[in-house]
């Protein structure tokens, strides 16, 4: 697959609703999985009222070859996906963990198959690239929200609300932030609309340059990470802006940074962009993690320090 510069988005549909009821499929791109907390994962979907679905390369019988870092080999792992994938009995698919693995096989993604077939795509972390891919290459929105280890360690109520009304596609209660720095405020609107866009920080990071991710013009910027120190932190911050990939961002939201030093580094990120900084989003590598529907239109409220999504 050949991948081409960033191209803005013009126009990205909302993907058919899942419901308590439906087939969610669980997909492995990167670590592999503990098998008692899969099975965590998989009862707490069936609590939701879901019929989990395993990849092939999760299933018992699985004979995984490669290294142990992955759940499977780069073959194996994206063989497993399109086929879950490709079954349009599946109204769903949440990603079973992080840890890494994603970026290896981002180049033979099979994207035509994923917009033939829209549905609901849950992840976060090693997810991110993924999740951005199918913004920009298929025009559907997709979630940053929890996985199946995430069900594992039992959601918050907050967090099981959240993602039921994100895959039912029902508007979520618009989220209180807290304002952090003013940016650039000259003739600036009371409220600041873009699409919602971002991730992981350091998957985003690592993912400039390679054609996925959708123009950042005219987005609200959500960034989350963990254990990463503040020069790290610093410095993905800088390969965004220096790269380009973050000219047009009209306003910046932290979500957690655990086991982070980031708030001077996201504020001088934030006025280089002349953008104003908000922080308290509750999404992100640690409770409560709510599901953010990356690619919607949403709505800074700057007075008031709220994040509401639009149709």
Not at 29 to 55: M, N, Q, T
Not at 296 to 302: E, P
Request: charged share 20%; with cysteine.
């Amino acid at each position: 697959m050949t991948l081409h510069p960033d191209q803005p988005v013009s126009h990205v549909e909302h993907p058919p609703a899942a419901k308590p009821g439906d087939r969610v499929g669980i997909a492995a791109l990167s670590g592999r999985i503990d098998p008692d907390r899969l099975a965590a994962g998989v009862v707490a979907l069936k609590d939701l009222g879901f019929e989990p679905v395993l990849a092939a390369n999760l299933r018992p019988e699985a004979s995984l070859s490669g290294r142990p870092l992955f759940a499977g080999t780069d073959r194996e792992r994206l063989e497993a996906f399109h086929e879950l994938a490709a079954d349009e009995s599946i109204a769903a698919i949440v990603f079973a963990r992080g840890g890494y693995g994603v970026p290896r096989i981002l180049g033979h993604v099979d994207w035509a198959l994923l917009a033939s077939r829209p549905r609901p795509y849950v992840g976060y972390s090693d997810l991110t690239p993924l999740l951005l891919g199918l913004v920009s290459k298929t025009g559907t929105i997709a979630f940053h929200g929890p996985m199946a280890v995430d069900f594992a360690r039992g959601l918050l109520p907050e967090e099981r609300r959240s993602f039921l009304d994100a895959l039912a596609g029902r508007l979520p209660d618009a989220w209180p932030l807290e304002a952090v720095s003013a940016g650039s405020s000259a003739g600036r609107p009371p409220a600041i609309d873009g699409r919602l866009l971002g991730g992981c920080l350091s998957m985003l990071s690592a993912t400039v340059g390679t054609g996925l991710l959708p123009s950042f013009q005219d987005s609200i910027l959500v960034l989350e990470d963990i254990d990463e120190p503040e020069y790290r932190i610093d410095r993905l911050l800088t390969q965004l802006r220096t790269s380009g990939q973050a000219t047009g961002v009209r306003a910046v939201i932290a979500g957690h940074f655990t086991n982070c030093d980031a708030r001077a580094s996201l504020i001088d990120f934030a006025e280089f962009l002349g953008a104003p900084l908000f922080a308290g989003l509750p999404a992100g590598h640690q409770a409560p993690n709510h599901t953010l529907p990356l690619g919607a239109s949403a709505s800074v409220d700057v007075r008031n320090a709220t994040l509401e999504i639009r149709r």
